[in-house]
T-cell receptor
Framework: RKEVEQDPGPFNVPEGATVAFNCTYS??????FFWYRQDCRKEPKLLMS???SGNEDGRFTAQLNRASQYISLLIRDSKLSDSATYLC????????????FGKGTKLSVKP | DAGVIQSPRHEVTEMGQEVTLRCKPI?????LFWYRQTMMRGLELLIY????????DSGMPEDRFSAKMPNASFSTLKIQPSEPRDSAVYFC???????????FGSGTRLTVV
């Protein structure tokens, strides 16, 4: 069974804080993962890919832990504009349809 | 590039009516995906096309749903007859074949009353 689970939150943090959330997956056959950002009443937008070696893009760091079967997203020095829902996606290889989205974690950054 | 274009943005219809959602993928992209998003079930893949050919429609909930892609620049998702439980946001996304990481359209918010 293929599942991708996320804590729905909300995570309420002050501006400037560091926040991290995880996404667990149940099927070890999963090959690659991605983080998307979705603003309220908007479409998901690809944020970053997740590699075994970790992936950093400015204030954002994504990591994959295959032994414990989770991926993480770390946001440093959070901004008000980071407030959104963050979706993780697991791809299981083969068909492009062979992927599962988590339901998202809501982040709210307060002044 | 204008991105993935969906229409209409909002649709309110009565139960039993036919609903047609439209999508124009990014020019040059040869994969197109239809997703449905609800609070309860999250984002679900309904069907996707490669080079205008349906590859996997296992996510289509039932026979009331159908999708077509008559050419590389246009796709439709049709629900006939519509039911209140079909109320959701329907997203279209496109990419190049083999690329995981899609560009989504703005979505169609469907309400069936």
């Amino acid at each position: 069974r293929k599942e991708v689970e996320q804590d729905p939150g909300p995570f309420n943090v002050p501006e400037g804080a560091t926040v991290a959330f995880n996404c667990t997956y149940s099927n070890s056959a999963s090959q690659s993962f991605f983080w998307y950002r979705q603003d309220c009443r908007k479409e998901p937008k690809l944020l970053m890919s997740v590699y075994s070696s970790g992936n950093e893009d400015g204030r954002f760091t994504a990591q994959l832990n295959r032994a414990s079967q989770y991926i993480s997203l770390l946001i440093r020095d959070s901004k008000l504009s980071d407030s959104a829902t963050y979706l993780c996606e697991g791809y299981y290889g083969g068909s492009q349809g062979n992927l599962i989205f988590g339901k998202g974690t809501k982040l709210s950054v307060k002044p | 590039d204008a991105g993935v274009i969906q229409s209409p943005r909002h649709e309110v219809t009565e139960m039993g009516q036919e609903v047609t959602l439209r999508c124009k993928p990014i020019s040059g992209h040869n994969s197109l995906f239809w997703y449905r998003q609800t609070m309860m079930r999250g984002l679900e893949l309904l069907i996707y096309f490669n080079n205008n050919v349906p590859i996997d429609d296992s996510g289509m909930p039932e026979d009331r749903f159908s999708a077509k892609m008559p050419n590389a620049s246009f796709s439709t998702l049709k629900i006939q007859p519509s039911e209140p439980r079909d109320s959701a946001v329907y997203f279209c996304a496109s990419s190049f074949i083999g690329v995981i990481g899609y560009t989504f359209g703005s979505g169609t918010r469907l309400t069936v009353v």
